[in-house]
């Protein structure tokens, strides 16, 4: 069945650095969906991308879907405190909606 | 937030006893999921429903079954409980209209500790 691998697995990063977390599929995705988790909270969509090669961005972060649909990756620049949190990636696969998500990125912050 | 109400929000109950989370939803959502987070393993599917009495299986299905009498609500039944079913639960919803709009919706989460 349909893989979606996330890395790194966790991320520390010093708040005003820029990282990147990368998601993989084991098969070509359709699309792909990024959300957030807070600590002690629910996850949250934030975006999705549809098309090959398609870049989106929301304030300081930038969403990359790959050419070949398989990978995406999520770039956050200036890290701030307000970045804390699990970042998912997302797709469906085969011939339904139903979604298959990554383990996550969990990104903690030193100020 | 979408209109998604899990109950309970918490729960402790002992190996071996049948358990039954409930997610209710009022965005009249076509499909339902459930999901449970551990560490290091993110969300794994467990089941997920597409219409009224219409089901699937998840890729961490044992142990689990579901049902889905009225679109609002997708029931997550534990028939035995474990203490590897610990877990957090969390209910989705979505609505797709196509491979644009898929993206889904989640509830506050249950968390549920098996003795």
């Known amino acids: 069945g349909q893989q979606v691998m996330q890395i790194p697995q966790y991320q520390h990063v010093q708040e005003g650095e820029d990282f990147t977390t990368y998601c993989n599929s084991s098969?070509?995705?359709?699309?792909i969906q990024w959300y957030k988790q807070r600590p002690g909270g629910h996850p949250v969509f934030l975006i999705q991308l549809v098309k090959s090669g398609e870049v989106k961005k929301q304030k300081r972060l930038t969403f990359q879907f790959g050419e070949a649909k398989k990978n995406s990756s999520l770039h956050i620049t200036a890290t701030q405190t307000t970045d804390v949190g699990t970042y998912f990636c997302?797709?469906?696969?085969?011939?339904?909606?139903?979604?298959?998500f990554g383990a996550g990125t969990t990104v903690t912050v030193r100020a | 937030d979408a209109g998604i109400t899990q109950s309970p929000r918490h729960k402790v109950t002992e190996t071996g006893t049948p358990v039954t989370l409930r997610c209710h939803q009022t965005e009249n959502h076509r499909y339902m999921y459930w999901y449970r987070q551990d560490p290091g393993h993110g969300l794994r599917l467990i089941h997920y429903s597409y219409g009224v009495k219409d089901t699937d299986k998840g890729e961490v299905s044992d142990g689990y079954s579901v049902s889905r009498s009225k679109t609002e609500d997708f029931l997550l039944t534990l028939e035995s409980a474990t203490s590897s079913q610990t877990s957090v639960y969390f209910c989705?919803?979505?609505?797709?209209?196509?491979?644009?709009?898929?993206?889904?919706?989640f509830g506050q989460g249950t968390r549920l500790t098996v003795v």
């Open positions: 098969t070509t995705l359709s699309n």
């Open positions: 989705a919803i979505s609505d797709p209209d196509s491979w644009k709009n898929t993206e889904a919706f």
């Open positions: 997302a797709g469906p696969g085969g011939d339904d909606y139903k979604l298959s």
